[in-house]
């Protein structure tokens, strides 16, 4: 009776997970279909297919890119990306190998500081950054990538510290006694153990900074750059006008590098999660 009632129970809670990623993915599946549509038929049937009448083929894309300059917005998009995750993951890595083998109260003051940051609401200090980040002209690529490390750095350094205190210190202590010094053994010992917090930090990161639209319209000078994300948000005209099939190609086109990132390296997520929850 008990592997019977397992199995009902299986196939209810496949049920209900099911109808749960069909809620998920169907705002995908509408855009998408949108996205090969005449305008007015996006506003008077935005849930049909596309036919005779409403399919543009590409046109729309086309639209897109041309009134976005969407390859220009993705090199910014991916650019800023690239280097705040790296300098996230190697930063936040050696800090929290740090604050993890050196025990006092700084350390320990550093460490709370840091996840404190996690659960500041990020309209506290939306003001105060925009108002600093122009005041340090960091209004550009390379200076938005020190913003996104001060705002990733919180969630990194937990994870990592919580992996980085399952690490053997004996280990360390070996590579020192062979002739390693600190920045060696960070890298040629450390750092490879924690491949899996690593890769898993990066994954997040990553989602986080590809689709975030508020951080770089407060700090970037968009004047000059503009984020995929800002782009499309300028598909809007005077009076209202917006131009939703353009908008909507641009949103498949902005997302498809993001889930197709996710869909190689989801395998690692759990992986990560799990090994840097170990006595943390």
Same mark, same amino acid.
């Given at each position: 009776m008990?592997n019977?009632?397992?199995?009902?129970?299986?196939w209810v809670l496949?049920?209900?997970?099911?109808?749960i990623?069909?809620?998920?993915i169907?705002?995908?599946?509408i855009?998408l279909m949108?996205? *090969?549509? #005449?305008k @007015?038929?996006i506003?008077?049937?935005p849930? !049909?297919?596309? &036919?005779?009448?409403?399919f543009?083929?590409?046109?729309?894309y086309?639209?897109?890119?041309?009134?976005t300059?969407?390859?220009?917005?993705?090199?910014?998009?991916l650019?800023?990306?690239v280097?705040?995750?790296?300098?996230?993951?190697?930063?936040?890595s050696m800090c929290?190998?740090?604050i993890?083998r050196?025990?006092?109260k700084w350390t320990?003051g550093?460490?709370?500081?840091?996840?404190f940051?996690?659960?500041?609401?990020?309209?506290?200090?939306?003001?105060t950054l925009?108002?600093?980040?122009?005041m340090?002209h960091?209004?550009?690529p390379?200076?938005?990538?020190?913003?996104?490390?001060?705002?990733?750095?919180?969630l990194a350094?937990?994870?990592f510290?919580? *992996?980085? #205190?399952? @690490?053997?210190?004996e280990i360390e202590?070996? !590579?020192?006694? &062979?002739?390693c010094n600190?920045v060696q053994t960070?890298?040629k010992i450390?750092?490879?153990?924690?491949?899996?917090t690593?890769?898993?930090?990066a994954i997040?990161?990553?989602?986080w900074?590809?689709?975030?639209?508020?951080?770089?319209?407060l700090v970037?000078k968009?004047?000059?750059?503009?984020?995929?994300?800002i782009a499309?948000q300028?598909?809007?005209?005077?009076?209202?006008?917006?131009?939703?099939g353009a908008?909507?190609a641009?949103i498949?086109?902005?997302?498809?590098?993001i889930i197709l990132?996710?869909?190689?390296?989801?395998k690692?997520?759990?992986e990560?999660?799990?090994s840097?929850?170990?006595k943390?």
């Open positions: 008990s019977v009632r397992k199995a009902k129970h299986g496949t049920l209900i997970f099911s109808l990623s069909i809620a998920y169907m705002p995908i599946v855009v949108n996205s *090969f549509k #005449r @007015i038929f506003s008077n049937r849930f !049909a297919l596309p &036919d005779a009448k409403s543009v083929k590409i046109e729309n086309i639209n897109g890119i041309q009134k300059d969407f390859f220009r917005a993705f090199g910014y998009t650019f800023i990306t280097g705040s995750v790296f300098v996230i993951v190697l930063c936040t929290a190998w740090y993890s050196v025990k006092n320990t550093i460490y709370y500081l840091f996840a940051s996690m659960i500041v609401p990020f309209q506290m200090v939306m003001f925009s108002k600093i980040a122009d340090l960091l209004g550009n390379v200076g938005i990538i020190i913003v996104y490390l001060g705002f990733g750095a919180g350094v937990f994870m510290c919580g *992996f980085v #205190r399952s @690490i053997p210190l202590e070996s !590579a020192m006694i &062979d002739g600190p960070y890298f450390v750092f490879p153990i924690m491949k899996p690593a890769i898993s930090v997040l990161e990553t989602m900074v590809w689709n975030d639209y508020l951080l770089p319209y970037l968009i004047n000059k750059y503009k984020t995929i994300q499309i300028y598909l809007k005209g005077g009076y209202g006008a917006i131009d939703m908008m909507m641009m498949v086109l902005a997302i498809i590098p990132f996710y869909g190689f390296c989801q690692y997520i759990i990560g999660v799990i840097g929850a170990v943390g």
